[in-house]
């Protein structure tokens, strides 16, 4: 029996995509092998990754001028990557609303200024920064922000105004889930395992004009010219990740919609579970208002034991993955796009059976 998996990454994957994973594991599209066994020089895997490059480009509308490139490494190498190859002046600004901000805050520091624009960490990162745009730096290199907190449940609904500052975001965990103006940023990246595909792969939307000589002690490895120059194939590419985010990516278009359509399907998930925790005597969200993520929600009951029995009795009932991040406490459920309505609506079915059983006498 399948569970209902609300992990927060790797995450649920679309069932149909595993079907067809296993349908075609031991021959794929007739090649007579496992795009396991593929060399990534073949025709064969040559058609997936550019049917994944043209599929992706497709859904988030993505224009000629930026490139888009399949590395490995995880979003945590972006927070190097990022630095080594678009600091110039070496100075940027970052707003730090968790604890992946954070930490591409801090690889920054090692290469240049960071000034640091914004930072919620006196309430737990439980919202996000009013920043105020004369405060930012007109002649900085560009802007960083991570755009879902996984962690914390926050997310943007609007951008930061960086005028003729390039925005460099992380997606990791809200990528595709919407409908985003690509053209609004100078670089977006994703690690893959939450939204698009298995982990090892991390996806980087670059425009063009920032691609240049990085610092000059740069390993090659870390270098988006090296990567964007040789097609992502510098190097053997994570193959049979950029295959299932192929997949999926064939998911999001055919069986969704597109990314309106999965909004719309994302939007009335968090919808209801938001309304019912608001509605619960038991359960409480820990974000409030219009920077509650879609994808990612913390919720408590305020007593430890009861966090923990709901945990373990969710688990036994086929709801797993509920426990939040060691560093908040509480529940956290993630609702990426591979969660189903279905999914949701049984977990508060679960939750309000629960609240029954366990509500103060
Ligand atoms: C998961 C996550 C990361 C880290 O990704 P890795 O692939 O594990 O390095 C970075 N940023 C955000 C927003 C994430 O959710």
Request: glycine letters at 8%.
């Amino acid at each position: 029996m399948r569970v209902y998996n609300f992990s927060a990454g790797p995450s649920a994957m679309p069932e149909s995509v595993l079907k067809r994973a296993a349908d075609e594991m031991l021959d794929c599209s007739g090649s007579g092998m496992s795009v396991l066994e593929m060399s990534h020089r073949s025709k064969a895997f040559s058609a997936i990754i550019e049917d994944a490059e043209a599929l992706l480009r497709e859904l988030m509308g993505i224009p000629d001028n930026y490139k888009v490139l399949f590395l490995q490494g995880g979003g945590s190498t972006q927070f190097a990557m990022i630095p080594l190859n678009l600091m110039k002046k070496k100075k940027i600004d970052i707003c730090v609303t968790g604890q992946w901000a954070k930490k591409a805050c801090q690889e920054a520091q090692r290469y240049g200024e960071v000034h640091i624009v914004g930072d919620s960490s006196d309430k737990k990162y439980s919202y996000i920064p009013k920043l105020d745009p004369t405060t930012f730096d007109s002649q900085a290199d560009y802007f960083y922000i991570c755009q879902n907190n996984t962690i914390y449940g926050t997310r943007y609904s609007r951008l930061p105004q960086t005028g003729s500052v390039p925005l460099v975001a992380d997606l990791s965990s809200c990528i595709c889930s919407e409908p985003v103006d690509v053209t609004k940023y100078g670089l977006i990246f994703a690690g893959a395992q939450k939204n698009l595909g298995p982990a090892g792969l991390t996806i980087v939307i670059i425009r063009q004009d920032l691609i240049s000589e990085p610092m000059p002690f740069t390993p090659t490895m870390l270098q988006y010219k090296i990567h964007a120059d040789n097609g992502s194939m510098y190097n053997t590419p994570p193959t049979y990740s950029i295959y299932i985010c192929k997949l999926i990516l064939e998911w999001l278009r055919d069986e969704i919609g597109g990314l309106e359509a999965m909004k719309q399907i994302n939007m009335r998930k968090c919808g209801m579970f938001y309304d019912y925790l608001d509605s619960s005597d038991m359960f409480r969200a820990t974000v409030q208002g219009e920077d509650r993520s879609m994808m990612n929600i913390p919720f408590v009951t305020g007593d430890q034991e009861l966090d923990a029995k709901f945990i373990s009795e969710a688990a036994a009932a086929g709801f797993v993955n509920l426990k939040g991040h060691r560093t908040v406490g509480g529940m956290r459920a993630s609702l990426y796009n591979a969660m189903t309505i279905e999914g949701v609506e049984k977990l508060i079915g679960f939750m309000k059976a629960f609240e029954a059983a366990n509500a103060a006498k």
